[in-house]
């Protein structure tokens, strides 16, 4: 019998809709005992006991953090504000310029150095010093502030002339939402059903706003102290507090990690948070035990076009022979394109802006907002404009236009770039990644949906799959925590062929991944295309689809992912033609000689590809990080040529173009 986790809880009413449910229909494991044993204590408490090992999870303030980079973060849980948080504040009778002291409420780490941090951008220095939680109020006078957080802060308005909201100072600050705390774990400790569980709890509480509030009201009423109106505490906890550490949030998280350490305001450095991952659901069932495989069974099957599932293709992974998989790749090649001709497109890599706020570790592009006035760049329609007709000169079709989660850039700047691009040039955009999508959509407060719908209508084409790395968490929480999750990507690659649009889809391999985070993210592609192929079927053929899939290797030169791992071309030949057998369902898989040169794209065509990419006319992303093969028309042309095939230029959608055209 499992013991249960010892779970220390914040007593402040934004917490209440993350542990409440979990008082009031405790979770229980597979042998019905209690997943949890749940305590209360203030925020800084919370760390203390987590740090003492007096509790195994705890809703900890996320500078606390900064001292535990061991300890193992609940995904997508939080309390954060995008925007003013009404619980976090600076109170005082004069303008903060002119305060000397500062009485800061130690319950809460992260507020502190939330003020800290403000206070150093803005170069004041008053004098900062320690009050008991509930205290700092009442220690306001001539020029001396408090700082006050928690529920006390609710019964603050109107008693001060000077009333500060640390989270709309960080807002206007940083453009980003603040995420002040989060559930951490000690190592080890936390599992699916324990992540299940919170998560559970987490949506439960949110739908329970109006209750709890009602609760909290009658308990301050039934304690004589003073309470607002139940309608207050429950917009509150509606629609001040946000529980979801949606990839905005993250943003603000990194930036609020970075900046204060850029401002040496702690030592913690390169800190990077270790969410814990969710598995799979069809893992489990892979891993079960089963009759022995055959590796040539298996390869005669997928080479015929039935389908692999995904315990094979994980023992295809590990088994198979990589000239045996090759071979068996190149048959499924020329059963679905038999037509003996590779395809290509002349379109121009545009990354209108560096600037960007997930400071993923494999990324030698991007310039985080502290530096974007010294290094950071937004490409003016002028410079944009001779990009695309130099495209145009060259014979190109298309720009792939990619670039940072600027904060700066809102919806209506894609909008107006999109219009006067299809007012002046005849190039079709195949524009932004579900990872910036995401971005403008937090931005702006709107539904994926809809910031699709308004790009498209404004004049985007269709969607890259960039952003994608690996589509398992473990992996995503490992390289890039700050950025979209698995689910938010495919997310956004599910609405856009709702809406009709074509997208691709890719991998970036070498991060250390097994065969079952490679096999996963294959799967999770091909369910996703069975989705939008069903939606076509049931709808007609105006919806949208995956057209291509692009795998290539990780570029590791010069980032900050220190990873030894296989990368080499033969690793690179051996997962692309796993990659044709297991995606059935998508059409075109185009090979990756940017990286590995054009020699490996030539045997890439005889192992599953039927697609030479693009001429590139620019690149900027792996090109600084090791990457520097550049390629003429007529040079690919010579490559598909001595592959044995005939070259036809193509579109995003995989029509050949005229030959009169070429």
């Not at 803005?122 to 009050?131: F, N, R, S, T, W």
Request: hydrophobic letters at 40%; charged letters at 25%.
């Amino acid at each position: 019998m499992a013991t249960p986790l010892r779970l220390c809880a914040v007593t402040f009413l934004n917490a209440w809709p993350l542990y409440q449910p979990l008082l009031e229909r405790p979770p229980l494991d597979e042998d019905g005992e209690p997943l949890f044993s749940v305590e209360e204590a203030l925020p800084s408490e919370c760390a203390r006991r987590l740090a003492a090992g007096e509790c195994d999870v705890a809703l900890v303030p996320v500078a606390s953090y900064l001292e535990h980079p061991e300890w193992e973060v609940v995904p997508e849980v939080g309390i954060a504000a995008r925007g003013a948080v009404q619980t976090v504040v600076v109170v005082s009778e004069v303008p903060l310029p002119e305060v000397t002291r500062i009485h800061l409420d130690a319950a809460s780490r992260s507020s502190v150095l939330l003020l800290r941090t403000l206070l150093t951008t803005e170069g004041l220095e008053p004098e900062l010093v320690p009050a008991p939680h509930g205290q700092g109020a009442s220690r306001v006078r001539g020029t001396e502030a408090a700082l006050v957080i928690g529920d006390a802060a609710f019964e603050l308005p109107g008693r001060f002339a000077h009333h500060i909201d640390l989270g709309a100072r960080w807002l206007a600050l940083t453009g980003l939402p603040m995420v002040f705390a989060f559930w951490a774990a000690r190592p080890g400790r936390l599992t699916e059903a324990h992540v299940r569980a919170l998560h559970a709890a987490r949506d439960r509480g949110i739908g329970q706003a109006e209750p709890l509030a009602r609760r909290y009201c009658e308990q301050r009423l039934a304690a004589g102290l003073p309470a607002q109106d139940e309608a207050f505490y429950a917009n509150y906890l509606r629609r001040t507090i946000r529980y979801r550490l949606d990839s905005w949030e993250r943003e603000g998280l990194v930036e609020y990690i970075a900046r204060s350490h850029e401002l040496h305001l702690h030592d913690a450095g390169d800190v990077h948070v270790r969410f814990a991952a969710r598995e799979h659901e069809g893992v489990a069932a892979a891993r079960r035990a089963r009759a022995p495989l055959r590796v040539d069974a298996l390869l005669q099957r997928a080479a015929a076009g039935e389908r692999l599932h995904l315990h094979e293709g994980i023992f295809l992974y590990e088994q198979a022979d990589t000239l045996a998989l090759g071979h068996a790749a190149d048959q499924r090649r020329a059963a679905l394109h038999p037509e003996g001709v590779v395809t290509y497109i002349i379109d121009r890599n545009v990354n209108y802006t560096n600037v960007c706020t997930a400071r993923c570790k494999f990324c030698n592009f991007y310039v985080p907002p502290t530096r974007k006035l010294q290094e950071g760049y937004v490409h003016s329609k002028e410079v944009l404009a001779q990009k695309f007709r130099e495209t145009e000169a060259l014979g190109g079709v298309q720009i792939l236009l990619q670039g940072g989660l600027n904060p700066d850039l809102r919806l209506e700047w894609y909008e107006d770039l999109f219009r006067w691009t299809k007012q002046n040039f005849s190039l079709r955009l195949h524009a932004l990644s579900p990872t910036e999508i995401i971005h403008i959509a937090h931005l702006e407060d709107l539904s994926v949906a809809q910031v699709l719908q308004r790009l498209r209508a404004a004049g985007m084409d269709s969607l890259p799959g960039g952003g994608a790395e690996i589509l398992h968490d473990e992996v995503r929480n490992r390289i890039s925590p700050f950025k979209n999750t698995t689910d938010e990507w495919l997310e956004v690659m599910r609405q856009a062929h709702v809406l009709g649009m074509k997208t691709t889809c890719t991998m970036v391999f070498g991060f250390q991944e097994t065969a079952e985070h490679t096999l996963v993210h294959l799967h999770r592609l091909r369910a996703l295309q069975d989705e939008a192929l069903a939606r076509r079927r049931a709808h007609g053929e105006h919806h949208g689809q995956f057209t291509a899939f692009i795998v290539w290797p990780f570029q590791a030169e010069g980032t900050r992912l220190k990873l030894r791992d296989d990368t080499s071309p033969w690793r690179y030949l051996r997962v692309q033609a796993l990659a044709r057998l297991y995606l059935d369902n998508i059409p075109n898989l185009q090979v990756s000689w940017p990286t590995l040169g054009p020699e490996i794209g030539e045997v890439a065509l005889r192992m599953g590809a039927n697609d030479f990419g693009s001429v590139m006319i620019e690149e900027n992303v792996v090109s600084q990080a090791g990457a520097h093969f550049m390629l003429t028309a007529e040079q690919i042309e010579h490559h598909i040529r001595a592959a044995g095939f005939s070259p036809r230029r193509r579109n995003m959608q995989y029509d050949w173009l005229p030959e009169a055209a070429q």
